[in-house]
Nanobody, 123 residues
Framework: VQLQASGGGLVQAGGSLRLSCAASGRSFRSYSMAWFRQAPGKDRVFVARINSDGTSTSYADSVRGRFTISRDNAKNTGYLQMNSLRPEDTAVYYC?????????????????WGQGTLVTVSS
């Protein structure tokens, strides 16, 4: 599976962005997927996760209620809708696939990664 993240950009605080993660290969629909982010000078951290059929989602406390993860398996694409953005959301955002149902916050347990897309939130 190859993953291609897109949709990043510059937005003012309070604004919204939608990130996309386009996957190659039909096996994508059998994998859970997630979004992680890495702020400048910091480690990459978990943001959100969705199971293979889209019926279960999980979020980091810092984004719960503002971000929504979703997927369209017919299009082999995952999404991250980000609302009420804050300057502290500034980071490179990565999508990942083929994770476990437990310990999904551990980046080292994800099998496939896309390149990052930069999100910058100005105050």
């Amino acid at each position: 599976v190859q993953l291609q993240a897109s949709g990043g950009g510059l937005v003012q605080a309070g604004g919204s962005l939608r990130l996309s993660c386009a996957a190659s290969g039909r096996s994508f629909r059998s994998y859970s997927m997630a979004w992680f982010r890495q702020a400048p000078g910091k480690d990459r951290v978990f943001v959100a996760r969705i199971n293979s059929d889209g019926t279960s989602t999980s979020y980091a406390d810092s984004v719960r209620g503002r971000f929504t993860i979703s997927r369209d398996n017919a299009k082999n694409t995952g999404y991250l809708q980000m609302n009420s953005l804050r300057p502290e959301d500034t980071a490179v955002y990565y999508c990942a696939a083929q994770g476990r149902s437990d310990r999904f916050q551990d980046q080292f347990l994800w099998g496939y990664w896309g390149q990052g897309t930069l999100v910058t939130v100005s105050s």
